[in-house]
């Protein structure tokens, strides 16, 4: 797939500013840092149009991969579900970039009215006609969401694949309700990239060119807060389960000692290098259009 895309050269996602110093290679890729912001991010990076032919072809398409997606992906899910039910019994929820659809059905098994935004053709037609759920082609701005109108707003390995981060966390802003939250679930991999690299050990953990950026829980913070978000909690959220051993061993491993070392410092203390969940309210007192 990397032949096939159509590289550009961009200014900082987050600041604008021209320019970025190396930080690491993956093959032909470079993910630089901004000097400005200290964003992390893929430069050259796809052009919006190849990004959108690639996710047409980034998730699996058998019905055994599938499965051992949703068993992927499904102890995240659970947690995050988990967790909502601390804001709300109820209500209405937004999932971009629902994938197949297993946490919208999940979150309607549970009484709320969810529906989905998916770029992926193939795993929307899935949510929609086998799993029954509401789900709209990507990306979400094509929607066209009215303002103040969810309750909750999840994106699970979302923001790390976007061009435009900023616009995404914007719109997300709009269309929540005052005093409604944000779920972000996100990869942090440059400190365990920089260990890596420490040991000369060689490897691909950045997934480029499909993640456009490395977002750490200070930038994340930063840009929600810009926008108009408050109340921000980081937790680790559960861990993933890769089909391939050695990743699954060293996800259980890296998330299970996150999480240990997360409790045990009274919830002060994040690893970094896995990934992470942040919560983020919009205030009680905007109302958007
Ligand atoms: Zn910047």
Not at 78 to 94: P, T, V
Not at 197 to 207: A, E, P, Q, S, T
Request: aromatic content about 12%; glycine content about 8%; proline content about 6%.
């Amino acid at each position: 797939m990397e032949m096939k895309m159509k590289m550009e050269k961009v200014n900082c996602p987050i600041c604008d500013r021209t320019g970025g110093k190396l930080l690491h290679l993956e093959g032909s890729f470079q993910m630089v840092r901004c000097p400005s912001c200290q964003f992390i991010f893929l430069n050259p990076r796809p052009t919006v149009e190849s990004l959108h032919s690639f996710y047409q072809q980034y998730l699996p398409e058998r019905e055994s991969s599938i499965e051992s997606w949703k068993k992927m992906m499904n102890p995240v899910f659970h947690r995050a579900a988990s967790l909502l039910k601390h804001f709300r019994e109820e209500g209405r929820l937004l999932d971009v970039g629902s994938g197949f659809g297993f946490f919208l059905a999940e979150m309607k098994d549970r009484g709320w009215e969810a529906v989905g935004v998916e770029i992926s053709r193939k795993a929307m037609d899935y949510g929609r006609n086998i799993l029954g759920l509401t789900i709209h082609p990507g990306p979400m701005e094509d929607a066209a969401f009215p303002d103040n109108h969810f309750d909750v707003v999840t994106g699970f390995y979302v923001i790390e694949h976007l061009p435009h981060p900023m616009a995404f966390l914007k719109e997300c802003h709009r269309i929540l309700k005052p005093g409604g939250l944000l779920l972000l679930r996100y990869p942090h991999t440059t400190p365990i990239k920089n260990l890596l690299h420490f040991f000369g050990v060689k490897n691909r953990l950045y997934d480029l060119p499909a993640h456009l950026s490395d977002f750490s829980p200070k930038m994340i913070q930063q840009c929600l807060e810009k926008i108009g978000f408050a109340k921000f909690y980081h937790l680790i959220g559960g861990y993933t389960l890769p089909r391939d051993t050695g990743k699954r061993a060293a996800s259980i491993l890296f998330g299970s000692l996150s999480e240990a070392l997360f409790y045990l410092s009274r919830r002060k203390f994040l690893l970094p290098g896995v990934s992470k969940n942040v919560l983020a309210f919009k205030k009680e007192n905007v109302m958007n259009g």
